[in-house]
């Protein structure tokens, strides 16, 4: 352990660092689930992600949406470079691909230690159209830039309801 202390400004998130080593990263990748996923599988994952992620000052949205995840992680660069080893190891994905990794300043996903956001033919009317309106023709984050995949988590996340 080093002595890096992170402070976190209540409204805005700000992540103050104190220390020398590593600062806050966000890391956006995108996967392919290996079977369709079911409700308890995800929330399988949500459940070990929710508790390892508030333990190691982890946040992000991890959004589900005809069988491919697109995933953002944001915290301490060493801790979020090891979860990205973990995630990649699992085999519940396959196609893992790095979209972006970028050092920030300020947390976009700070009030998460890990958000769903699932969207398929049963549930996706609304998503599909907030797809369509933010001027993504579809689900298709295997042809966006990093930035394209931030910005829709973003919105995605502003926009829908939170369930579970
Ligand atoms: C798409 C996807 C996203 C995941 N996101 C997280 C996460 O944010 N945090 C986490 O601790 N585990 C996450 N996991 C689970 C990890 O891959 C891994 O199973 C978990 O950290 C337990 O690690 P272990 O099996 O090495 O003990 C995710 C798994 C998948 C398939």
New binding site residues.
Partial sequence: MNSETQLFDSREMRLEKSGAAGGCVQLVYI?R?VRSENDSSLSD?LG??????AERG?T?V?C?AYGR?L?V?EGPSREVNA?YL??G??K??EGVRLMKFTEVQTRCFGLWS?RMIRFDEQSGGEARALVRFNGFGGFEPELWSGEECLVFLRDMARVLPERG
């Fill in positions: 996967s689930a994952i070990v992600a929710r508790g390892y992620n982890i992000g991890l589900f995840y995933q992680l979860l973990r995630i190891r699992d519940r994905h890990m």
